[in-house]
């Protein structure tokens, strides 16, 4: 729900970019601004008061929008001017694992949290909800080519794959130490002769993993050349 403030911004705001979007693109009105990222939080808002686009009221009103102090939101996301506060509310009858538990929820749409809570109290004559925890292995794949008289499997599993492991533990010492990291390595081979890809598994624990996975099969590309005769997109053999 908005307040009349909200919705005037709002409106405001929609149509200040409406208006620039349907005039030549001046120097005044170019949806460009020159050093944009590099600013403050609070040096973009006044650029878009600059250009026109917001009063200082409706500045004041986004510098001081949200929860989330607007310095700390900066460090979150790219270009923040502000921040976005929504509605926050319990579920209730929740029973998960044998434990009665309440579960805050923070949404901009009517009936969601009823019709959670509903929910849960129909599921509670069965007991509640259970749940059963799985790893949260990511993958992260490194392909490869190799000169077809290299025995690759051979020296994979000989020499390679414990040197790789030890290579990419060593890429995030923190993940190791809450129980996640690199928990297996693979080799497989491509139909195409002397092309191969390593699979690196990776517990990543609460995070989604994306980030690590990425930097791990980043280290062990840039290496792989010196433990293994091939070549990836990047790099050659050195050995």
């Not at 001046?26 to 601004?33: H, K, L, M, P």
């Not at 506060?85 to 694992?97: C, E, R, S, Y």
């Amino acid at each position: 729900m908005k307040d009349a403030t909200q919705a005037q911004n709002e409106f405001t705001w929609k149509k200040n970019f409406k208006t620039t979007s349907n005039t030549a693109c001046t120097q005044t009105n170019s949806s460009r601004i020159p050093g944009f990222a590099k600013m403050s939080a609070r040096g973009r808002v006044q650029a878009l008061v600059n250009k026109g686009l917001l009063s200082q009221e409706e500045a004041a009103h986004l510098i001081n929008s949200g929860a989330l102090p607007l310095d700390q939101a900066d460090k979150f996301i790219e270009n923040c001017i502000g921040g976005f506060t929504l509605p926050l509310g319990i579920a209730t009858n929740f029973i998960v694992d044998n434990e009665e538990i309440f579960i805050p929820m923070a949404v901009e749409e009517s009936s969601v949290i009823a019709a959670a809570s509903y929910g849960a109290k129909l599921a509670r004559s069965g007991g509640g909800f259970f749940s059963e925890p799985t790893q949260t292995i990511t993958t992260c794949q490194i392909q490869f080519s190799a000169s077809p008289y290299v025995n690759v499997v051979q020296l994979f599993h000989e020499s390679v794959k414990e040197k790789i492991l030890k290579l990419a533990s060593l890429c995030h010492p923190k993940l190791v130490e809450r129980g996640g990291g690199v928990k297996d390595v693979e080799l497989r081979i491509l139909s195409k002769p002397g092309y191969y890809v390593i699979h690196i598994h990776v517990d990543t624990c609460e995070a989604m993993g994306a980030n690590i996975v990425n930097s791990i099969a980043e280290e062990v590309g840039t290496h792989l050349p010196n433990l293994l005769p091939c070549s990836t997109s990047r790099h050659k053999s050195k050995v």
